[in-house]
């Protein structure tokens, strides 16, 4: 039977209609958590490298790192294994099976011990026959599929596009939606079909796909290099296809995740700020058993995560690029507003910039209190058309949040 057609025969009259967003009560803030894959990757190698592969004891490990390191005090809440903790094959029943050396008591055993730290755990499909490592995919199986994970006590499922045709994803990602709804487990739903569709050329439907996940790729995977972190910030400072607008309260544009090594630390503020001020899930994908403090330290920045988790959920946006220095803001349910002011220049140089609110669409005539979004520390208070002067490092940001003054009684 050609694709399509199943997906038609197994969704008619099953989905409900005129709906209007997801509605699994979840999400309602950007996601935060930690997943293997930027740093773990499809390493399944426990032989030659146990303490790296992917493997119940890792994700078992970096629960207890979530857990005692500060990580989930600070908000991080999700634990997701990426690809590869499937076996080669489905059971004798075609149920989904992990790697029964790598996962030895069971996907069951594995949430439970999550659970047990206070936290949720995540996993990762595929729509299509396969998963990109080339693992048995969901294709023909996603009810079973679904029904499978909320038995496990999965409360996140990351669903990949990898091995399907591109024009099946909007009934193929609908269908898994239901059968994750018709489980009765809130289960949050990642999906990557905008950024296959765009990688074909298609313009994704960014309106039904917010009607069906939480969280949706819209670029390519990111990896942990400065130009692979900043081609990302730029691509959503140039809003492709306007999806900026579709974030909010139980669906978000997702850039993918936060990383060290690669990165020095002047660039991790880079990444910290842009993924606070695009209201993305800060999902990092990193070895906390073994992370320098300064990066501990960003990554659970109260006053960061603030901003990333503030309840009106505005993405923020890019609203001027001159040369290396692009400005971006978000407004914030308290009446404030996050500027980033971004360097990204490769030569090296620190630059300054001059601007006034006005110029950036901050126009209250009693002015603002300026503190700075990382340490909240007081700078001065500026009126709309006062100049604002800042010295930005190479590879650097500098994040103000403004609060319009109240009148003087
Ligand atoms: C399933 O969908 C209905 C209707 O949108 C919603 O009210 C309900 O909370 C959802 N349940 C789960 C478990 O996601
Ligand atoms: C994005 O929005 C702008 C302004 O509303 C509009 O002019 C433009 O055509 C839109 N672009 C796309 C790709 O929808
Ligand atoms: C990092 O933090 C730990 C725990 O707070 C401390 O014991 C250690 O000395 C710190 N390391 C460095 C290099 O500052
Ligand atoms: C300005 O902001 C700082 C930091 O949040 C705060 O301590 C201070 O009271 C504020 N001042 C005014 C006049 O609102």
Request: aromatic share 12%.
């Given at each position: 039977m050609h694709?399509?057609?199943?997906?038609i025969?197994i969704?008619?009259?099953?989905?409900?209609?005129h709906v209007t967003s997801?509605?699994?009560?979840l999400?309602l803030?950007p996601?935060?958590g930690w997943?293997?894959?930027e740093r773990?990757r499809?390493?399944t190698?426990?032989v030659n490298d146990?303490?790296n592969?992917?493997?119940?004891k890792?994700?078992m490990?970096?629960?207890?790192?979530?857990a005692?390191?500060?990580?989930k005090?600070?908000g991080?809440?999700y634990?997701i294994?990426?690809?590869?903790w499937?076996?080669?094959?489905?059971?004798?029943k075609g149920?989904?099976?992990p790697?029964?050396?790598r996962f030895?008591?069971?996907?069951?055993?594995?949430a439970?011990?999550?659970?047990?730290k206070?936290?949720?755990?995540?996993?990762?499909?595929d729509?299509?026959s396969?998963t990109?490592?080339?693992?048995?995919?969901?294709?023909?199986?996603m009810?079973?599929?679904?029904y499978?994970?909320a038995?496990?006590?999965?409360?996140y499922?990351?669903f990949?596009?990898?091995?399907?045709?591109?024009?099946?994803m909007?009934?193929?990602?609908?269908?898994?939606?239901?059968f994750?709804?018709?489980?009765?487990?809130?289960?949050v739903?990642?999906c990557?079909?905008?950024?296959?569709q765009?990688f074909?050329?298609?313009k994704p439907?960014?309106?039904a796909i917010?009607?069906?996940?939480?969280?949706?790729?819209?670029y390519?995977?990111i990896q942990?290099s400065?130009a692979?972190?900043i081609?990302?910030v730029?691509y959503?400072g140039?809003?492709?296809d306007n999806?900026t607008?579709y974030?909010?309260?139980?669906?978000?544009n997702?850039?993918d995740?936060?990383?060290?090594?690669?990165?020095?630390?002047v660039?991790?503020?880079?990444?910290m700020a842009m993924?606070?001020?695009?209201?993305s899930?800060?999902i990092?994908?990193?070895d906390?058993r073994?992370?320098?403090?300064?990066?501990?330290a960003?990554l659970?920045?109260?006053?960061?995560i603030?901003i990333?988790?503030d309840p009106?959920?505005?993405?923020g946006a890019?609203i001027t690029?001159?040369g290396?220095?692009s400005?971006?803001?978000?407004?914030?349910?308290?009446?404030?507003?996050?500027v980033a002011?971004?360097?990204?220049?490769?030569d090296g140089?620190?630059?300054?910039?001059?601007?006034?609110l006005?110029?950036?669409?901050l126009?209250?005539?009693?002015?603002?209190n300026i503190?700075?979004?990382?340490?909240?520390?007081y700078m001065?208070?500026?009126?709309?058309?006062?100049n604002i002067?800042?010295?930005?490092?190479p590879h650097g940001?500098?994040?103000?949040?403004?609060?319009?003054?109240r009148?003087?009684?």
């Amino acid at each position: 039977m050609h694709r399509t057609m199943y997906w038609i025969l197994i969704v008619l009259g099953a989905l409900p209609v005129h709906v209007t967003s997801l509605d699994n009560g979840l999400a309602l803030t950007p996601p935060m958590g930690w997943l293997t894959w930027e740093r773990f990757r499809c390493n399944t190698d426990c032989v030659n490298d146990p303490d790296n592969c992917i493997s119940e004891k890792l994700i078992m490990q970096m629960a207890d790192a979530m857990a005692s390191q500060g990580y989930k005090d600070a908000g991080y809440e999700y634990v997701i294994i990426d690809d590869c903790w499937l076996a080669r094959q489905r059971d004798a029943k075609g149920n989904l099976q992990p790697d029964p050396e790598r996962f030895p008591h069971g996907i069951k055993y594995l949430a439970d011990y999550v659970h047990s730290k206070g936290l949720k755990f995540g996993i990762y499909e595929d729509f299509g026959s396969e998963t990109c490592g080339g693992f048995p995919g969901s294709e023909f199986h996603m009810k079973q599929d679904a029904y499978t994970f909320a038995a496990w006590g999965i409360d996140y499922l990351k669903f990949d596009g990898c091995f399907s045709d591109v024009r099946d994803m909007p009934i193929g990602y609908a269908a898994m939606g239901h059968f994750l709804n018709k489980t009765g487990r809130p289960i949050v739903y990642s999906c990557e079909w905008p950024l296959y569709q765009a990688f074909k050329g298609i313009k994704p439907d960014y309106a039904a796909i917010k009607e069906t996940c939480n969280l949706w790729r819209n670029y390519g995977d990111i990896q942990d290099s400065w130009a692979s972190m900043i081609g990302t910030v730029n691509y959503y400072g140039q809003d492709v296809d306007n999806f900026t607008q579709y974030a909010g309260p139980g669906g978000w544009n997702d850039p993918d995740m936060a990383s060290d090594y690669s990165l020095s630390y002047v660039e991790e503020r880079v990444q910290m700020a842009m993924w606070c001020i695009m209201a993305s899930p800060l999902i990092m994908s990193n070895d906390l058993r073994n992370i320098r403090n300064v990066s501990k330290a960003l990554l659970q920045n109260r006053n960061l995560i603030r901003i990333n988790q503030d309840p009106l959920g505005k993405q923020g946006a890019m609203i001027t690029k001159n040369g290396q220095i692009s400005i971006w803001t978000k407004p914030l349910s308290t009446g404030g507003i996050v500027v980033a002011c971004l360097n990204q220049g490769d030569d090296g140089r620190p630059r300054k910039i001059k601007f006034t609110l006005n110029e950036i669409g901050l126009t209250k005539q009693n002015g603002y209190n300026i503190s700075d979004a990382f340490t909240m520390r007081y700078m001065t208070v500026a009126k709309p058309n006062s100049n604002i002067v800042m010295a930005i490092d190479p590879h650097g940001v500098q994040m103000i949040l403004a609060m319009p003054l109240r009148k003087r009684k």
